[in-house]
Structure formats: C-alpha cells, structure tokens
C-alpha cells in the first residue's frame, strides 16, 4: 500500500503547527522506475487521509513521466521563513528598485513569517494560505494589500517550483476571492489645483507643489531636483535624477543621486512657472546670506527644494505633512503622487495628446495608457517614429499652466498682442 498510517506523539494541525497532542499522520510511499530500476517517492506527515491518496494519485500520474524529476530529499525540511529570506534577497538584489524591495521584506516580516513561516515548504498547501489571507483581511488590511502578499508568494513559490523545491505553486490554486481595490482618489480638477496653489504661494509648499502638480513630477524627483540641471537661460530643466531612497536619519549633504524611476527628461520652463523658480532661486539666496551672518551653518547642496538651511527634506515627512496641510485648508483628501495623476489628467483633457503627456511624465506609452485608462497596443510602432520635440511639450504644458493661471496668459497675450501694433504705426511714420 503506497499510503501508510504512522502513529506520532505530537501531531500538527491544519496550519502546520505541532499541537502536543497525540494522534494519527499518513505517509505517501511509491516506487517508480528510474534508470532500468527503481527508486522511492516519500512525502511524510499528511494529517488526514483524503489529503494522502490524492497526492499519491498526482505523484503517479508525474513520475510515470520520464523526464519528471521529482523535488531533492534535501530540500525537504526546507521552511517557508527559511526560503522565503533567502528568495527575497537573492531576487530582491538583483530585479527590484530599493523602494519594491523594502516593501516585499516587510510583507515577509509582518505578515508571511509570523503565520506560516514555520511550515515546511514542501508541506505548504493552498488552505494554509487562504487562512493567511482571512487573518490579513481580519486584522483590516485592505484588499489591495492582501493581494500584494498573493502577488508576492505566487512569485516566490513559482521559482520554488522551478527549482523543484515544491511539487507544484500553491499560491495558484487558492480560493480566496480578491474583490477590487479600495478606491484611488479622484485628482484634483483644475478648479482644484487653482484653490491649492492660491494656498501654498509664498509657502514652502510653493515650489513643492509646483513642480508636482504643474509639471507631474514623482516626490522623489521633485526634493532630488538641483539647480545644476535648470537653465533659466535656455529655458528648460532636466529630470535626470532622483533623492536615493530612505536618507539615513541625519543626513545634512547628499553626496551622490539616484537615477530617475523611469527615462530621463528635458522639461520646458514656461513663461507661467519662470516666475516660481526665479522667487526660489531668490528665497534660497536669501536663506544661506541670514543662514552665514547669523553664525549658523548653510549646507549647500544645490536643491531646488530643499529646508531654510539647505537640508534635503524627507519623502515620509513631506508626504505626510502634505496630508495634514489638505485637512487644514478643508481640500479633498489625495495623496501626494495624486498630484502627478491630476496633472497627467488635466494635461490630456486639455489636449487630447497622451503621447506628449506620456513623455512629460517620463512614462512609456503603455504606462500613460494605463494611468489615463486607455488602451494602446502601438508603443513599439509609436517609439520607432514619433520624435517629441520640446516644442511640443511646451505647447501641452502651457496648455495647461496658461488654465491654471488665465490672468498671467492674458496678461503675456496682450502683451504680444501691443508689441507688432506698435511696430506697424512706427514703420507707417
């Protein structure tokens, strides 16, 4: 008989846990030709019959393949927290930015480790993770959370699998239903966007949400923007780097930066936004002169935003602060990367020109798409042909700045407007 009942002093429960109770326990043995003899497929410690006979029944049908190899023996004490550490550093290192990579070991660490992290691997089943998703759902994670920790064990038990760790992915075959996720904040209107910056000018939200908001840049790339990549003069800045992620507490000078998320990008300075950066330029000059007669130190980092003395601000603290100041000004609740949504989303309204909008952002066709919900399938055709002038991107953004500020436009209009009506009275004299 290929199933066998094995009396054990302590037996383990549904979800693997050693109940110090006495009780019975089915092993799964079988013989199958290998190499013109025969070897032995043992897996020990079912806690119920049911569950014995039908693994007997897929082992038979797998290993009367002969190109099937079953899983090493030596892997078979092998724990989830065990593989799951080692998995996540291995493939963490090399395919994740530091951000991702942060947030799957603290999934790992929160929540995976401390339910199933003593569960053999080869022992996991697709109940056992059910359980963990309904104790996730019970603790109030919302759903997208408990989907990213699917997300997470359906990556890491695939590449199990493949190295013949476990017999087959149990994240695939769970039957816990994933409902939609909560709710993204709707961004803000351009109504919206006016009533916020007529809040922040003078602020030192001002440039923050300027840069965010007006030209869709990521936070990152906003307190990570230095001075040496905007010229006045030629009227663009370059969003080719980033702040590195997570600043060690303390940090007062920024040796090196990251790079940018996504590809880099040269940004016009429209007559509505010179002014901003101009002010900024000169609020910052004015800092580091009190910063110096004031015997206090100025740390010159060369950030277009950066705290009174210099210091690069922190993403968690500026996120959280952005939170704060919404409630006080009674302004819808968005997150702070809503910002960069609400202008990717006033930009195509007003032009209609995903594709421009896309290079603004620094997204690829797809990722614009997805973003402004529509559907493309001709990036690759798109890329090979269009060129993105900055011309074109100037006209999309000032598009955009001009409905933001309609008085500065119709003020530079009329301008334009006088200069050659001036010019043509003095040619008739």
Known sequence: MAVLARQVKSKRDADGILTGK??????????????????????????NKKDALQHEAEMKV??????????????????????????????????????????YKGIIRNHIVPNIGHVQLRQLTPPML??????????????????????ILSVAFEAARKYRYMESNPARDIITKFGKHGKTPDPYTIHQMQ??????????????????????LRLS??????????????????????LPYKLPAGTTTVV??????????????TDVTRPYFKRQLDLQARQREMAESGGGMYYDNRLVVAKPNGIPYRRDRVSNDFAQM?????????????????????????????????????????????????SSSL???????????????????????????????????????????????????
């Not at 070897?39 to 410690?45: E, F, P, R």
């Not at 797998?62 to 090493?72: D, G, Q, R």
């Not at 620094?362 to 919900?373: D, M």
């Open 195 to 216: 009533r916020l910056m007529s809040h922040v000018i003078g602020t030192e939200w001002e440039m923050i949400i300027m840069l965010s908001g007006v030209y869709g």
């Open 326 to 374: 919404l409630r006080r000004l009674d302004l819808p609740h968005i997150r702070f990367h809503d910002l960069r949504h609400s202008a990717a989303t006033n930009m195509h309204q007003l032009t209609g020109d995903f594709y421009t909008v896309g290079k603004i952002l620094g997204h690829s066709l797809k990722g614009i798409g997805i973003q402004l919900g529509i």
């Open 379 to 429: 990036e690759a055709v798109t890329e090979q042909y269009v060129d993105v002038r900055l011309d074109r991107k100037k006209a999309v953004l000032e598009a955009y700045h001009n409905a933001l500020h309609p008085q500065a436009a119709n003020k530079e209009r009329n301008e334009a407007e006088k200069k050659p009506k001036k010019r043509s009275r003095e040619y008739e004299r």
């Open 130 to 151: 059910d359980d963990l998703f309904q104790k996730m759902f019970d603790k109030g994670l919302s759903q997208s959370s408990v989907r990213y920790c699917q997300r």
């Open 62 to 103: 797998k290993l009367s393949n002969p190109s099937y190899i079953p899983t090493p023996a030596n892997q078979g004490k092998l724990t989830v927290k065990e593989y799951m550490e080692t998995w996540v550093e291995q493939h963490g290192k090399a395919n994740l930015r530091p951000s991702t990579f942060d947030s």
């Open 221 to 242: 790339e906003v307190i990570g923007l230095r001075w040496d990549n905007v010229s006045l003069e030629k009227g663009t800045f370059a969003v080719i780097e980033q």
């Open 256 to 269: 090196k930066m990251a790079p940018v998320k996504s590809e880099e990008r040269i940004l016009p300075i």
């Open 22 to 47: 006495p009780g019975t326990v089915y092993d799964v043995n079988i013989k199958y030709p290998f190499g013109g003899g025969y070897k032995a497929y043992v897996k020990k410690g079912f806690t």
